[in-house]
C-alpha cells in the first residue's frame, strides 16, 4: 500500500516511493509505540492517530475517555527491501507492547488502549495470524495473547503535537519512565534491525 500523499526524506527517490507499504499497529500509547519504530531502519515515517472509530470522534480529549471504540494506534511506512512487515509484528510483540493485557498497556487503562494489528490485506492478516500462532506454540508468554485482528478501516492522524512526543519531550515522566526503556529494550535486543541516522 502507498502513500504517495506523504512527506517523506528528501533522498527518497520515486522508485523508492512505489515500493512503499503501509502498517497499522495498536499497542497502548502511541507516543511509547511511534518511539520505538521510528528507530528501525527501513522505516520512512512514523505517525501517530487513531483508528477503529469515527471520523467525528477521532479527537485525543474525546478518545481518552474510552467511549469513541478508536485505538491509539501508529501508521508506519516502510521499505520492504529493508525491513520486513513480519519485522515489524517480532518488535511490536517482543519489544513496543504487552500482547497478553486486555485493553490496557500498565497503568494506561481502556479500549483505546487496545493491543490490535489493523491489516490493509490479505497477506497482512495471514502474517499476523501466523506470528500470534507461533508465539502461542511456543508459550512465549505465559498468558493468552489477546491482540486484535482486524481490517483496517480508516485511521485518523493525530494532533500535530503528538507526533515524535518523546524524542521532542525526553524529560517527561511517563516518557522516562514507559517509552525510554522501550527504547532501549529495542536497541539492545534488535541492533541488527536499527537505523544509522535519525529519522527526519
Excluded at 517480532?90 to 479500549?111: C, E, L, M
Excluded at 485482528?149 to 500535530?160: C, K
Amino acid at each position: 500500500m502507498t502513500e504517495p500523499h506523504m512527506a517523506t526524506p528528501e533522498n527518497t527517490t520515486a522508485e523508492t516511493l512505489a515500493e512503499i507499504e503501509t502498517a497499522i499497529l495498536a499497542g497502548g500509547c502511541f507516543w511509547c509505540v511511534e518511539a520505538v519504530f521510528r528507530e528501525l531502519d527501513g522505516v520512512v515515517r512514523v505517525e501517530s492517530g487513531y483508528c477503529g472509530g469515527t471520523r467525528e470522534t477521532a479527537d485525543y480529549r474525546r478518545v481518552c475517555t474510552g467511549r469513541t471504540d478508536h485505538a491509539e494506534a501508529v501508521r508506519i511506512s516502510f521499505d520492504p527491501r529493508h525491513v520486513s512487515y513480519e519485522d515489524l509484528l517480532k518488535v511490536f510483540f517482543s519489544v513496543a507492547h504487552d500482547p497478553t493485557q486486555k485493553d490496557r498497556q500498565g497503568n494506561d487503562r481502556g479500549r483505546q488502549y487496545r493491543s490490535a494489528i489493523f491489516y490493509v490485506d490479505e497477506k497482512q492478516r495471514a502474517a499476523a495470524v501466523a506470528a500470534i500462532e507461533r508465539l502461542t506454540r511456543d508459550q512465549f508468554y505465559k498468558d493468552p495473547i489477546v491482540t486484535e485482528v482486524v481490517p483496517e478501516n480508516s485511521f485518523y492522524p493525530a494532533e500535530s503535537y503528538h507526533n515524535n512526543y518523546a524524542a521532542c519531550h525526553p524529560s517527561q515522566p511517563y516518557i522516562a519512565h514507559v517509552a525510554a526503556p522501550k527504547v532501549e529494550k529495542l536497541r539492545r535486543y534488535f541492533k541488527h534491525m536499527l537505523r544509522h541516522e535519525p529519522l527526519p
